[in-house]
């Protein structure tokens, strides 16, 4: 089993920051291949922001890109989301997902409001 669990979230101004973390625990820790952060926004199907791998390779949505930069500690078992430059079309709930061959592993959530 692999538990996450989001921060981070909250509302902020358009052009603000924020950054999202995510704490990666459990028995199958070892096994997580892939980290990332998806959202949904009310109404609309989540979608993936962004991704890493265990070896720190990225990919972006291409909304997001050169705004947000995802970055893990392999050490910590942390996966973070900086998001800058934040627009109203980024408020949605964030979370946290861990990816094995066998296995998909979502955090709670995080509330992301970007108000214009």
């Known amino acids: 089993q692999v538990q996450l669990v989001e921060s981070g979230g909250g509302l902020v101004q358009a052009g603000g920051s924020l950054r999202l973390s995510c704490v990666v625990s459990?028995?199958?820790?070892?096994?997580?291949?892939?980290l990332g952060w998806y959202r949904q926004a009310p109404g609309k199907q989540r979608e993936l922001v962004a991704t890493?791998?265990?070896?720190?390779?990225?990919n972006y949505v291409d909304s997001v890109k050169g705004r947000f930069t995802i970055s893990r500690d392999n050490a910590k078992n942390t996966v973070s989301l900086q998001m800058n430059s934040l627009k109203p079309e980024d408020t949605a709930v964030y979370f946290c997902?861990?990816?094995?061959?066998?296995?998909?592993?979502w955090g709670q959530g995080t509330q992301v409001t970007v108000s214009s």
């Open positions: 997902n861990a990816w094995k061959p066998t296995r998909n592993y």
């Open positions: 459990g028995s199958d820790n070892f096994s997580i291949v892939v």
């Open positions: 890493i791998t265990r070896v720190g390779s990225t």
